[in-house]
Each structure stands twice: as C-alpha cells, then as structure tokens.
C-alpha cells in the first residue's frame, strides 16, 4: 500500500525530470563533425571542338582560382597536365580512342580523368577520391601540392652531393641520401638517444673566415690514411635552420695544387737564372721574380713581394736608376700601354744604358693566361767584347794596310777574311763591283788580269793543299807587263794568307803580317 511520504517523492522526482527536459531543450544542438565524404568529388568540362561551352558547379572555381581566361583546351591542358602528364595537348580526334582514362602521378590515392564522347562534342570529368568534405578545386589543390612537396622530397633527396639542415646551434637535423652515402663511407653512424636521432659532423671547414660565413672550403677523410675529398659548402640561413649545401671541388683543389708545384718548381728553376725575371699577371702585378733581379735591379725583395703592379714596378727602376732616364718622363709615363701591349705581342725589346755604364737588354713576352715576362739581361760584357773585338779588327785592317804588297788572307772554306788597301788597288774587279768573297772567284780575277801560259789549275790545287808552300815564289806575268811572285802562307785557323810581290823586289817578311 503506497503510502503520502511515497507519492511526495514521486512527485518530486517528476518536477526535477521535466525542469531537465526543459534546459535541455534550450541547449543548442552540436555541431557536426566533417566525416569522410563516401562519393567522390567531381568536375566536368564540355568541350565543342577547342572550347569550352559548358562546365559544372564545382568546375566553375578552376577558371577564377587559376586565372584561367581563355576558355579552351589549351588553357586547362596546362593546369591538369601538372597531375596528368599524359593529357593530349590537343582534343582527341580519333573516336576509336574514346573512352580515355588517365590517373594522376602524383603522391597519394590516384585521381582520375575521363575524357569521352558527348555527341559530337568532348566531356571531360575530374573525379577526386574523397579524403574530408572538400570541395573538387581544393582537391586538385592538395593533391597538386602534395605531388609538388613530393617532387621537392625526391629532388633533394637524390641530388648527387651532400645536402643538410641544421639548427642555429649546429646541430643537425635532416641530411639526404648523398650525405648518408659518404657517412657510410667515413664510417660514421647515426646515434640513437633520448634527444633523437644525432648525425655526425663530416664536415670540418679549414678555410672559413668566421662562424658565419655562408661559403667556405671543408674536406672529408674516409678513413685514416685514405683518401681525402673536399667540397664548398654554401650555408643558406634562415631565421631557425640553415641549409647547407656541398659542392664537389676535387678537381679544383687538385688543379690548385698542381698548379702550386709548378709554380713552386719554375721558381727553384729560375733561381739559378743569371737573367732577371719579373712575371705580371692579367692584372698587371707582380707575381713572380727571381733573385737575379734583385741582384741586377736593386729593388728590395719585400718591395718585389708585395706585388706591385706594373707601373709602380718601373717607377721604382726609374728611382734606383736602373733604367735611361727619359727625356719627357711624364710622357714616358703615359706611354707606358704601349709599351705593354708590345709585351704582350712579344715586340718589346730596348737595350738600356745605364748611368753606371752597365748596358741591359729587356725585352717583353707574352705569359699563359694575359700575364706579360719581362727578361732583364746584363750585356755588359757581351758589348765590351764586342767592341774589344771590333777595334782589334780595325787595328789589324790598319797594319795590314801598312804594307804596300797586296795581302788577302783567306779562311779555311775559301772566303775573304782580309784584303788591304794595296790589294784592293792591283786587283781592281773590272765591272766595277766590289771584289768577290771567295777564293774561286779571286782565282778568276787573277787570271782575267795576267798573261801567259801560267797553269791556274794547279795554282788553285797549290793553295787549297794544307801546305801550298809549294806555291811561293811562282811568278805570274800581268796584262801590263809587270811580272809578280805569290807567296802563301798557312796561318792560325787553317786560313791562307795570299801576298803578290813584285818580282824582283823584296819580300815582306810574313810573319809580320800573321801577327796583325
């Protein structure tokens, strides 16, 4: 039997539960969440010939999101042939080939693209697969971008050198597969922590200028003892990374090597030069010179080492006085182009004379790469013998002339060597010209100018004999009358010396004649 206190708390219970119902009926409904669309998102084009004449709803966004204003194939053959690299550039023609259905290559689930015949016109349908509740455009958006990031991933990853991202601090955080390749091959392991994956540090830069120079030379050493390569590593930074990226330089830091030894065995070649050397490079500075022109130029070698460039390099010559002093030295300054230009084509040679009484031969010639050499030769010596040598010419041609027999002296091949005066005289060339330089056409001269029955064959076998003593004191008669006696002497040198006496007269004594 129910009893009051029982119906209260009925009634009670009642009272609350509508209360609830009516809060309940004021809260506004949740919102629904986007689930996974089950039918997939679709864009049509309708195509008469080359034109567009038709599209759907959810195509119309293509034309403003991508700037497309001309409505024709082409137009959109460039925006879905990011995705769809097979599309025709051109509306299929042959029917035969219809239906057409392309897939995307692109990362992620293929979308596809059916091209088909709509009467005499073209349909072509985008179909998206459905991931939430987008629309088609930002599909192709996303699919598109993903293919692109995609695209960047593989870019980088397979680059043939050594790419990495690091932190501000330096620690690295992504490496590619090239950078892992040569950490393989250093032997060098990724370590496993609590902070994560920790790559090792292949790099280590030994010509950088500072802790933020973005481009700077770094060798790697596979192992001990093994091989070393080196790369320049160009550092991209960025407010939170910096990328670096390495470039192979083998060959270049070989060819800069080489390029040192060479340089360094030329200078060791050069030092044991006794002529000066001074090497200006395409810029026109001093590059390289040997000892013998700090010895010849005076110029100090810290001076010759701080390359100077041309200009300062010759008023320097000027200032220690190894070179003439111009005239009009401004003018000489101003043609100092000319001067180099004819070094560079090889047509620069001077002999300078300096006010000490050396004499200097320099000349200009062209160097590998538009460098120019000037060669500073000391001839001093050479100009003294030369001159010594001439003057004792010029003394012996006066003492020969000193005699008043004809004297000719012949060298070992029959060439004139000396003639004085008095032969030149008697044995006047007929025609006017000047006497021959050979001993056969001397003979002829002497036998055009005599008379009788003398036997000029073996007077010419008499004196081409090593000892034509035999010869002297023959007697030839001349056209005029006068008869005259040949006297041959073997000299110093294998040369003979020739002299026609009168006959009847004294015989000059010829060993005064060998020594002139």
Known sequence: MIEFTDIAVICVISGLVSV????????????????????????????????????????????????????????????????????????????????????????????????????????????????????????????????????????????????????????????????????????????????????????????????????????????????????????????????????????????????????????????????????????????????ALTDMTGLAPAFLARQPDLRSFFDALRDAQVMPEPRDYHTWHADLATLIDAAADGRYMETWTLPSGQMYRVSGRPHPDGAIVFLFEDISAAIMLSRQFRADMALNQSVLDQFIQPIAVFGPDGTVQFTNAAYDQQWTNPSGDANPQDLANHLTLWQTASAGPQDWTQISQNIAQSDPSALSGKVITLNDGTTHSIWVRKITGGANLICFAKHGHTTPDLALVETA
């Not at 049509?44 to 204003?69: C, H, K, M, R």
């Not at 392309?102 to 091209?115: C, H, K, N, T, V």
């Not at 093994?226 to 990374?241: G, I, N, Q």
């Open 20 to 291: 609830i119902s009516a809060l309940a009926s004021r809260r506004p409904a949740p919102k629904a969440v986007a689930q996974p669309s089950t039918a997939p998102a679709r864009a049509v084009f309708l195509f008469d010939n080359n034109t567009i004449v038709d599209v759907s709803q959810s195509a119309e966004p293509f034309f403003q999101a991508y700037g497309i204003e001309s409505r024709s194939w082409s137009t959109l053959h460039e925006v879905l042939a990011t995705r769809f690299p097979n599309l025709p550039e051109a509306p299929p023609q042959e029917t035969a080939t219809l239906p057409m259905i392309l897939e995307s290559q692109d990362a992620g689930p293929a979308s596809r693209l059916f091209i088909e015949a709509a009467g005499h016109r073209l349909r072509i349908t985008l179909l998206e697969k459905p991931i939430l509740a987008l629309t088609t455009l930002e599909l192709f958006q996303q699919r598109g971008w993903e293919s692109q990031l995609a695209r960047m991933r593989a870019a980088v990853n397979y680059a043939p050198y050594p790419i990495w991202q690091t932190t501000t601090n330096g620690r690295i955080l992504w490496t590619n597969r090239a950078y892992q390749d040569l950490m393989q091959a250093c032997g060098r392991t990724v370590q496993r922590g609590p902070r994560g994956v920790t790559y090792p540090e292949l790099f280590s830069d030994t010509n950088r200028s500072g802790p933020q120079a973005d481009r700077y030379r770094a060798c790697v050493t596979l192992s001990p003892g093994a091989e070393t390569l080196w790369y320049e590593v160009k550092a991209v930074r960025s407010d939170l990374h910096t990328m670096h990226y390495a470039t192979d330089i083998n060959a270049i830091v070989q060819s800069e090597k080489t390029q040192a030894e060479f340089v360094q065995t030329l200078t060791k070649t050069f030092a044991q030069l006794s002529i000066g050397l001074a090497v200006f490079d395409r810029n026109r500075n001093l590059s390289l010179f040997n000892p």
